[in-house]
């Protein structure tokens, strides 16, 4: 049977080698293709890590551009902090300047009203009273003729009605402070020589209790008169008096004074 279809055979031989895949029949590759292949990687190889460096570096780029305008944000942001804060500090003292000033001109307000005020207690209240009429005899009983002018005088009345034995007391307003220090002058006089106090008798009373004639301060200027009273009696201050609504000290020979809750207010001589 082998005779008869030799060319058959031989074709069927040959597609069972090439399904057996030997080397043998195939072709192998040249020594020149495999270099180009190489040089073709190695070039693409070397594409590939040349745009990788220049990706890179355009990156560094951006990134240092992004970071130096971060850094001059930040520092001015940095600047425009610490302008504020400067302000905040500006702002803070100008405030604790106009407190002060704020402080100093409600003094000065007070003292202003109080500058022409006299304050007068000890005088029994009874219905019907004449104010005027009580001041002008005490001006007469302490020689001060005619009268000063004044522009009203009233009695204090408390806020909330209370049962106080002590009767209101009684506020006098003058034209100007002139008047008010002669009167103060005449009051002392007569306390200096007679070596009594003013009583009620030279109202018209029939009474000697005493009754008392005092300037009007404000609550700093009558803390120290207080606390100036206080050291008059623990023999520290040889005198203790107020003139237009501020008090005023004398100090005795070699004596020395602590420093009172408002000293700027005290005057010294």
């Known amino acids: 049977m082998a005779s008869k279809n030799p060319k058959r055979l031989r074709s069927e031989t040959s597609s069972t080698d090439m399904r057996t895949g030997r080397v043998s029949d195939i072709a192998a590759p040249s020594p020149q293709l495999i270099q180009l292949i190489n040089q073709r990687f190695d070039e693409q190889a070397e594409h590939i ?20 305008g971060m850094a001059t944000e930040l520092a001015q942001i940095a600047q425009r902090v610490q302008q504020l804060e400067s302000d905040v500090s500006d702002v803070r003292a100008l405030k604790e300047h106009v407190a002060i000033l704020e402080a100093k001109l409600a003094a000065k ?14 005088i029994p209240q009874h219905e019907g009273e004449n104010l005027k009429t009580l001041f ?15 522009k009203e005088i009233y009695r204090l009345r408390p806020r909330i009605q209370t049962r106080s034995v002590l009767d209101p007391i009684i506020f006098v307003k003058f034209d100007s402070p002139r008047d008010k ?25 029939n009474s000697q ?32 008096f107020t003139r237009t609504a501020l008090v005023y000290v004398k100090l005795k020979a070699g004596g020395s004074i602590p420093a009172l809750r408002v000293w700027m207010s005290l005057m010294l001589l």
Do not use: W
């Not at 002008?136 to 004044?150: A, D, E, G, Q, V």
């Not at 300037?215 to 520290?236: G, R």
């Open 181 to 205: 220090r002669e009167l103060l002058s005449a009051a002392g006089a007569h306390r200096r020589n007679s070596k009594q106090p003013l009583r009620l008798d030279l109202l018209g009373f």
């Open 49 to 68: 890590s040349t745009s990788m460096r220049d990706a890179e570096a355009r990156i560094l780029v951006v990134l240092n551009d992004k970071l130096s």
């Open 109 to 122: 307000i007070e003292h202003d009203a109080n500058a022409n005020v006299l304050r007068i207690h000890g």
């Open 136 to 150: 002008n005899s005490m001006c007469f009983s302490l020689n001060i003729t005619p009268p000063p002018k004044i």
């Open 209 to 240: 209790a005493p009754f008392y004639v005092n300037e009007q301060l404000s609550k700093a200027n009558y803390e120290i008169f207080k606390n100036a009273l206080k050291l008059k009696k623990m023999k520290t201050l040889s005198a203790v």
